[in-house]
């Protein structure tokens, strides 16, 4: 049964009206009260029919299927839903989106707005073109949140449920996502595989002498004239007698001359011949 919205309507009607009613007056800060209370109740005007959800859908609002949560855990926004076509608006009637939560019932409710505009330079470290709605300025400017969506600046009104860290704070502590409703964080990589040690007395392809583990060897071969072990892509130098090489044949035995001369790799063992 999808409830009637009239009397929620009359009274959005009356409370704009009140607004637009109010004599004008300047703030401390210059703000023009009367001018920001006008333009909040044409939200109220502009946004009322959107308390049914189907009616937000059909103005072209399209929703995500996550409810969006800050994981640092000051709130949340609920289900963002996007009409691009107002993006880059500062018109108090046509918001770049629409923000939901879920009610009891299983049905989505409206309960805030925002307002999206690209930055004019793409430059995060520039704001000389930052816009004003109510006589508030836009946050950032932001990097986007999904691929594609450009460098911007944004500003939330919280008219439909009331925020406890302000009106125009970027996360509702009011608002909650159910469990299981906001979007899966991705799986963490898992760490390599630890390298298996060999047991004591058996060899390898990297020609560890029998009873030796690769663990166990020492820094420094100290085979009579295993100084003449080469490096292919390098040549000999009396640094390299201070490392460890590893044949490249099957087992210690192999790690002889060959072609005249021992052809042995870095970090590994020859057994003395």
């Not at 949340?76 to 009637?93: E, I, K, R, T, W």
């Not at 986007?144 to 919280?158: D, E, I, K, S």
Request: positive net charge; aromatic residues 8%; glycine residues 8%.
């Amino acid at each position: 049964m999808v409830r009637n919205p009239t009397p929620a309507l009359a009274a959005t009607a009356a409370l704009a009206l009140a607004a637009v009613a109010a004599p004008a007056s300047a703030s401390p800060a210059g703000i023009d009260t009367g001018r920001a209370s006008a333009d909040r109740a044409t939200v109220y005007r502009a946004t009322a029919p959107f308390q049914r959800h189907a009616a937000a859908v059909k103005a072209g609002y399209v929703p995500d299927k996550y409810c969006i949560e800050d994981r640092a855990g000051s709130g949340a926004l609920g289900y963002p839903h996007f009409n691009h076509a107002y993006d880059n608006s500062v018109d108090p009637a046509k918001p770049a989106a629409l923000y939901y939560e879920d009610d009891a019932l299983g049905r989505k409710r409206l309960v805030g707005v925002q307002w999206l505009v690209y930055d004019r330079d793409q430059d995060t470290g520039t704001d000389d073109d930052r816009p004003k709605l109510f006589g508030r300025p836009f946050t950032g400017p932001h990097l986007g949140h999904f691929p594609g969506q450009p460098v911007h600046y944004a500003l939330h009104l919280w008219l439909w449920k009331k925020n406890p860290s302000g009106t125009f704070g970027t996360y509702n502590p009011a608002v909650v996502c159910l469990p299981g409703t906001t979007r899966p964080k991705p799986p963490r990589p898992h760490p390599p595989e630890p390298v298996p040690r060999m047991a004591a007395g058996t060899s390898s392809s990297s020609g560890s002498p029998p009873g030796r583990t690769q663990d166990s060897l020492p820094e420094t071969n100290t085979r009579e004239g295993n100084s003449s072990c080469r490096n292919p892509r390098r040549k000999a130098s009396p640094r390299a007698r201070s490392v460890r090489w590893i044949s490249i044949g099957a087992g210690p035995d192999t790690c002889g001359p060959r072609s005249g001369e021992p052809i042995c790799y870095r970090h590994s063992w020859c057994s003395p011949s």
